[in-house]
């Protein structure tokens, strides 16, 4: 079955970095097209960043550009997304599924930033 992991997160002060990993199994990774949302209490989880199979066709929201990159290992079935210069608008729990996202979703990881 479909098993997400997620990791890395924290509590930081604004501009620093943290990197979350995400380890996947139970489908075929390497063709899947992955992203990370994330999720604030009272509001609906939404896509942060998106990468294809091979780690192209990479997307990102407008607020987190230039300060997010998302990576993808295929040989370890694992998903990073690296956050720099966080701001505490990026305080959520974020989570990694396909573009077209199982109903399975992993725990999360929380991320705190505060000013």
């Known amino acids: 079955q479909v098993r997400l992991v997620e990791s890395g997160g924290g509590s930081v002060q604004a501009g620093e970095s943290l990197t979350l990993s995400c380890v996947a199994s139970g489908f075929i990774f390497k063709w899947s097209r992955m992203g990370w949302y994330r999720q604030i209490p009272g509001y609906e989880r939404a896509l942060v960043a998106g990468?294809?199979?091979?780690?192209?066709?990479?997307t990102y929201i407008e607020p987190v550009k230039g300060r997010f990159i998302i990576s993808r290992d295929n040989d370890k079935n694992t998903l990073y997304l690296q956050m720099n210069s966080l701001k505490p608008e990026d305080t959520a729990t974020y989570y990694c599924n396909d573009l077209s996202p199982y109903d399975y979703w992993g725990q999360g990881t929380q991320v705190t930033v505060s000013a």
């Open positions: 990468i294809g199979s091979g780690g192209d066709k990479i």
